[in-house]
């Protein structure tokens, strides 16, 4: 099945500082999701990116989809403890099927 | 504001046991979608719906089934627990398909078989 390629898997920060992570793949989407997950809780949508070269904030989080429309890029700056997470790329699973396909994620831990 | 309502929040079955994971909206979302998600492996499509009475195979399927009897609720049901079934399940709803609009997660249920 198609795969979305996250990294890094995990990181680990001092709050303050700028954090970057990225969503590749070998197929073409026409939208790019980022999600957050908070400990002991489910998946909440972050950031939607609809259109190739878009660049969409929410907050102190920036997110791009990638020109080719194979890549996604999620940075957020000036990090504090509430950050911390588990955020993922998502895009849809084609059709009229109402699901996603997920990359792994990347695991973010902030030290105060 | 319920949202997307998962139960149990947490279950430990024996091996060879069945047991049914609750799912319900109060949204009337049409799409709704299972997903378990284990450590390094991200969320993994398990069964998924397209409204009442429709409902598909996803990615890992074997030893679960679904039904959609109603809009509200997509119950899943292990038919005998196995340890590879240990995982954090997910429930998922949405209005339209793919990433049209926002899809709204359950808080998860953490199963372990033993």
């Known amino acids: 099945g198609q795969q979305l390629n996250q990294s890094p898997q995990s990181m680990f920060i001092q709050e303050g500082e700028d954090v970057s992570m990225n969503c590749t793949s070998s197929s073409i989407f026409n939208t790019w999701l980022w999600y957050k997950q908070d400990p002991g809780e489910g998946p909440v949508l972050l950031i939607a990116?609809?259109?190739?070269?878009e660049l969409t904030s929410n907050g102190r989080l920036t997110a791009q989809f990638g020109i080719t429309r194979k890549d996604s890029f999620l940075n957020i700056s000036a990090s504090i403890p509430s950050d911390v997470g588990i955020y993922f790329c998502?895009?849809?699973?084609?059709?009229?099927?109402?699901?996603?396909?997920f990359g792994k994620g990347t695991k973010l831990s902030v030290k105060p | 504001n319920a949202g997307v309502t998962q139960t149990p929040k947490f279950q430990v079955l024996k091996t060879g046991q069945s047991m049914t994971l609750q799912c319900a909206q109060d949204?009337?979302?049409?799409?709704m979608s299972w997903y378990r998600q284990d450590p390094g492996m991200g969320l993994r499509l398990i069964h998924y719906?397209?409204?009442?009475?429709?409902?598909d195979q996803g990615e890992v399927p074997n030893g679960y089934n679904v039904s959609r009897s109603t809009t509200e609720d997509f119950p899943l049901r292990l038919l005998s627990a196995a340890p590879s079934q240990t995982s954090v399940y997910f429930c998922?709803?949405?209005?339209?398909?793919?990433?049209?609009?926002?899809?709204?997660f359950g808080q998860g249920t953490r199963l372990t078989v033993v």
């Open positions: 949204m009337n979302h049409e799409y």
């Open positions: 998502a895009v849809p699973n084609g059709g009229s099927q109402g699901n996603l396909i």
């Open positions: 719906s397209v409204g009442a009475g429709i409902t």
């Open positions: 990116l609809y259109k190739a070269g």
């Open positions: 998922a709803s949405s209005y339209s398909p793919g990433g049209d609009t926002e899809a709204f």
